[in-house]
């Protein structure tokens, strides 16, 4: 009866509104195919109710995110142990995201193909060995190899996810499914911090990698069990060189996915930079220690917060609006950062007080720069998913990279490394919409 109630959700949690909206409505998207979402006549995603399917959607995109940040405070951990400087522990980040984003440039046709849930299920596989092999790895270059790998798997879910909401839903609708998935999702960058720093304190940074294999395991058990093929079995699509050729170039014809996912990589290229020498500026320059978990996740609690909120105010106000002001002010908030670190004026508290406002600014960018990369790409979502987040991930990992090796001791590169991904997004937003920002349009 409670796996009845989790899958079907019963009429006595209708009062759940939040969640439960979707099931009243009916979207149309491009390519004018309909989805009709009427409660008690369709659903999309059966047996799971719009909330199980956004939580299930939820936790496949944290594997992403906690792969990242459970680690963050066992850098110094890991180079005492490998015999290596901080810095160069920087690499299991930037290794991990190069396979995360490479994998996703052939996971997107072969979802398209086998449909979501098979190669779902081998991406999580090869994520959970990975996690395991790398809590034995006994060199450092052994460990990147092993998260090369785990990359790789992950980026099965991150095709799939983007996949699956782009299958049942479309339009203002898909942005607030994907603002629900991710205000859920970003609950990991909050806590994984201080998970590995609770896993450091008993044991050693071998367990912290170890945890990340039983997650994956966690993750296969719930996709085995209960998610559903959201693919249509009319829209799979042969893997030959015409049916490839056709739709890269529906994804190279169309300017606005093409403009916003090179956005989204300049964007978010600083978000990697900042993970990647986070423990190094806080817990070192800033002297924050053992705080650091809790201090990093105080800062990217308004990335939940701000998802949250784009939800409620995305079908009113639209993409495009909402995102355009966010980069705009979240660029002058990191332009004033970068002069109060040039001058000496940025205190620690100058500096946390920034941050988090701009990580609430970030919060509001990324579902909507997603949503909107997807939007035109309904009937080939798998490769559109896959293109998005490789384009974005690749792209962000090198800018990432290289802000992460100019780290000096002081948050000048990290600031410098926004300000500028902030104005570079912008001239590549004007280009996207031929000069017209902060419009409100009817689709988004």
């Not at 989805?35 to 959607?57: E, Q, Y």
């Amino acid at each position: 009866m409670g796996r009845r109630h989790f899958l079907q959700a019963p009429p006595r949690f209708a009062s759940y509104k939040i969640m439960m909206e979707y099931s009243e409505v009916s979207d149309e998207d491009e390519s004018g195919s309909n989805r009709a979402v009427t409660d008690g006549k369709a659903n999309p995603h059966p047996p799971l109710s719009v909330r199980a399917f956004v939580v299930i959607m939820a936790l496949l995109m944290a594997s992403n995110a906690l792969a990242t940040d459970i680690m963050l405070p066992a850098f110094p951990n890991i180079a005492e142990s490998l015999g290596v400087e901080t810095t160069a522990v920087q690499a299991v980040i930037t290794s991990y995201l190069i396979g995360f984003g490479l994998s996703q440039l052939f996971i997107g046709f072969l979802a398209d193909r086998y449909g979501r849930k098979p190669v779902l299920v081998v991406g999580i596989a090869i994520y959970a060995i990975a996690g395991v092999a790398s809590a034995m790895a006994p060199t450092l270059e052994s460990l990147l190899l092993m998260r090369f790998l785990q990359g790789v798997g992950a980026g099965a879910p991150r095709v799939a996810v983007g996949a699956c909401i782009r299958d049942c839903y479309s339009g203002r609708r898909l942005a607030k499914v994907m603002s629900f998935v991710m205000t859920l999702f970003l609950v990991i960058p909050l806590v994984a911090p201080a998970i590995g720093q609770g896993i450091l304190l008993a044991t050693n940074w071998h367990m912290v990698m170890l945890s990340l294999g039983l997650y994956g395991a966690i993750l296969l058990i719930c996709c085995w069990l209960w998610l559903p093929e959201t693919l249509a079995p009319e829209n799979k699509r042969l893997i030959q060189p015409a049916v490839i050729s056709e739709a890269l170039l529906a994804l190279a014809r169309s300017r606005q996915t093409v403009g916003y996912t090179i956005a989204s990589g300049l964007f978010f290229g600083s978000l990697f930079g900042f993970i990647a020498t986070s423990q190094q500026l806080i817990g070192g320059h800033y002297a924050m220690g053992t705080m650091f978990p809790y201090v990093f996740a105080a800062m990217v609690a308004s990335l939940s917060i701000a998802t949250f909120i784009n939800a409620q105010l995305v079908e009113r106000l639209g993409m495009r609006l909402l995102s355009h002001l966010a980069v705009t002010c979240f660029t002058v908030v990191m332009g004033t950062q970068l002069f109060l670190s040039l001058t000496g004026l940025l205190s620690f508290w100058s500096f946390f007080v920034m941050m988090t406002v701009g990580m609430l600014f970030v919060g509001l960018v990324f579902p909507n720069f997603n949503a909107l990369a997807m939007e035109p790409q309904g009937r080939i979502a798998g490769v559109a998913s896959a293109f998005v987040s490789a384009i974005t991930v690749l792209l962000g990992a090198l800018i990432g990279y290289f802000i992460g090796q100019a780290y000096n001791d002081t948050a000048t590169p990290i600031s410098a490394g926004y300000t500028l991904s902030g104005v570079s997004t912008i001239l590549v937003l004007l280009w996207t919409e031929r000069g017209r920002l902060y419009q409100a349009t009817s689709r988004g």
